[in-house]
């Protein structure tokens, strides 16, 4: 009886994985086949022209450089604020503590909360302190939506590390800062895998920016300007009645999707150096 359950479960994990696969290679093979007709050097060099979203000339530089500035800048902040956290109500605090449940509890919730409401209480306090939308407001929504996945992906990857090294860490004479340095260093691995959840929530949301950072043909040159994204510049181009101009959302989509690949993998290469691991 054990093993039949044990074959049937391992049948449906593996339905579940074909499913998945099939799912993602779908996705990919719709952008790749009607992306990359319509992909070529113009798009990635050239801003939108006069008229570029009723077929004109044009690229959509603007949207690539506004993104991956806006999620640069997110992440970093998110970094210096979540992994501090993280690293606190597990290695300061008690993992089990009241207050530790606390704080999770509040991030569960900020998780929780859809990205639109992050946009519209952006918005609401640049409305307050007479600001307009710009790469500035972007940032701050942005950093404070992948902030909660960046907190809990790290914190669920702390409380793997054994009690054991650390109070063997402790016992050797080390401070409490020692401690702390020497666990995070054993956790790399899940701080990169935060990383990268966060840099997928973030560089694909819309409803965030669209409220925040506004929308502009142009490369900001300050963080009190407008700013475009990838996936405002897909809808945009969805919206137009042009058929040419729907098929380069497909590109735009597939710039996108790579964009998200070079990271990961810059990412992932990076944390293996740091672990002192192979590639």
């Not at 569960?108 to 409305?127: E, H, K, L, Q």
């Not at 090294?165 to 935060?194: C, D, F, H, N, W």
């Amino acid at each position: 009886m054990r093993k039949l359950e044990e074959q049937i479960m391992k049948a449906l994990m593996l339905l579940a994985s074909a499913i998945i696969m099939l799912i993602l290679g779908f996705i990919l093979w719709k952008i790749i086949s009607k992306g990359l007709p319509s992909l070529n050097w113009d798009m990635v060099t050239k801003t939108p022209s006069g008229g570029f979203y009723l077929g004109k000339e044009g690229g959509i530089l603007n949207a690539i450089m506004g993104s991956l500035m806006l999620i640069t800048c997110s992440v970093v902040i998110s970094i210096l604020l979540s992994l501090p956290v993280a690293l606190y109500i597990n290695f300061i605090l008690h993992r089990k503590s009241r207050a530790s449940g606390i704080i999770r509890f509040a991030f569960d919730i900020m998780f929780g909360i859809p990205s639109i409401v992050y946009g519209a209480f952006g918005f609401m306090v640049m409305m307050y302190l007479g600001l307009q939308a710009s790469l500035l407001g972007g940032i701050i929504a942005v950093s404070l939506l992948i902030m909660p996945i960046m907190v809990r992906s790290i914190d669920e990857v702390a409380g793997q590390v054994p009690r054991e090294l650390l109070e063997a860490t402790l016992s050797l004479g080390a401070t409490r800062y020692e401690m702390v340095k020497i666990a995070a260093r054993q956790i790399t691995p899940g701080i990169t895998t935060a990383i990268l959840l966060s840099v997928g929530r973030g560089i694909g949301d819309a409803a965030t920016v669209m409220l925040t950072a506004g929308f502009t043909d142009s490369i900001p040159t300050s963080l009190l300007q407008p700013a475009a994204t990838l996936p405002l510049a897909i809808f945009f181009q969805l919206s137009s009645p042009v058929e040419e101009v729907q098929n380069r959302a497909y590109s735009s989509a597939l710039i996108l999707t790579i964009i998200i690949l070079i990271l990961s993998f810059t990412t992932r290469y990076i944390s293996r150096k740091m672990s002192g691991s192979k590639i």
